[in-house]
C-alpha cells in the first residue's frame, strides 16, 4: 500500500474518495481490527503515507522519528508519512477543525465553549479553541469523570456559547441521536458536529429549530484530508481546493427527494434523473410494500391511514439513512 487509512473500523469512511478526488493517486482502506495488527503495520512501514483513526491516532506515536509539536501537545497523529525510511507525524484535524470554523465565521475568542466527549477529537479542537482565546472550555461526557460534566450538569451552565460535539452521538446507523436540550443554553450562538454521516445530525437539526447557526464535520473531513495530501504529496495547495471539493462530494453523496400525487409522473421522473446523477432508484411505496407484505391499497384497506403513514415514517426513517438515492415519495 502507497497511500491509505488505517483504523479498526473503516466501513463507511469518505476518505477514500476524498483523497482520489483531490490528487488523483490511488488510496486505500486498511482495517486493522486489533492493536496487534496496527503495531505490525506500523513496523513493517510498508507505506508511502497514511492518515490515521480511531482508535490508533494514539498507538502510531512511538513509532514517529519525527512528530509535529502541535500533534506532540494534544497527543494524537492522524497522518504519518513515510520519507526514506523514517517516520513523521502530524495533526490535520486541528487545522481541518480550524477551517471549519473560520470559513462560517466562528469565533472562538472570548467565548464559553462546551466540548462533548473525551475522546481524541476533544482534544483537538479543545486546543483550537484555547488557541484562538476561548474564555473558557468546558467538557462533559456521559460519566462526567476526569474534571468532565455529565450532561445533564452542562445544562445548568447558561452562559455558553458554543457547543462541538465530538462523540458518536448521531452517527450512522443511530441517526436521531442527540445528547443535549438545546433549549437550556439562551446564549447559543453556534454548534459545530464532527460527525460527518450524516451531515445533519439530530443535534444540527436542533439548533437550525433554534435559528442558531449548525455546521457539519464533513468540511473539517474534507479540510484534513487536504492538508494531509499536502504532507502525502509536498505540495502546497490551494485553500479553494477544499471547497471546491466539498462542494462536489456533497451534492455527489446526497439523497435527491421526489414529491408529487400519484400518477404525476414521480417514477419516470425519479429514474431518469437516478441515472443521470449516478445514483440509486428507490420507491417509497415498494419499500413499504416490502417491509409490510401487502400492497398499499390492502394496507388502507385493512389498517386504515393511520397504519399506512407509520409504515411510511419508518421507511423513510429507513431509507434515509443511506446516501447517493433518488428517492420517490408519497403526495408529501
Known sequence: MEYGLIGAKLGHSYSKIIHEAVCGYSYELHPLPTEEEAHAFMQ???????????PYKKLVIPYCDEVEPRAAAIGAVNTVVNRDGKLYGYNTDYTGFAYLARCHGVKFAGAVVL????????????AVCQDAGAKQVLTASRTGKDGALTYEKAQ????????????????????????????????LEAVLD?????????????????????????EMLVAQAVYAAEHF??????????????????????????????????????RALAKTLGKTYVDLDEVI?????MPIPDIFAREGEASFRKYESQAVAEISKQTRQVISCGGG
Not at 466540548?115 to 479543545?126: D, K, Q, R
Not at 414529491?259 to 404525476?264: D, L
Open 44 to 54: 513493517a512501514k510498508a507505506f508511502k503515507a497514511i492518515n490515521v483513526t480511531i
Open 115 to 126: 466540548v462533548l466527549g473525551t475522546g481524541g477529537t476533544h482534544n483537538t479542537v479543545t
Open 156 to 187: 445548568q451552565h447558561p452562559e455558553i456559547n458554543i457547543i462541538i460535539n465530538t462523540t458518536p452521538a448521531g452517527m450512522y446507523p443511530n441517526n436521531g441521536s442527540c445528547l443535549l436540550d438545546l433549549h437550556a443554553f439562551p446564549k
Open 194 to 218: 464532527c460527525v460527518y454521516n450524516p451531515f445533519r445530525t439530530e443535534l444540527l437539526l436542533r439548533a437550525e429549530e433554534l435559528g442558531v447557526p449548525a455546521y457539519c464535520g464533513f
Open 233 to 270: 504529496t509536498g505540495q502546497k495547495l490551494p485553500e479553494a481546493v477544499i471547497a471546491d471539493t466539498h462542494r462536489k462530494l456533497k451534492r455527489d453523496l446526497s439523497n435527491v427527494a421526489i414529491i408529487g400525487m400519484p400518477g404525476c409522473g414521480k417514477s419516470t421522473i425519479g
Open 289 to 293: 410494500e416490502k417491509n409490510t407484505g
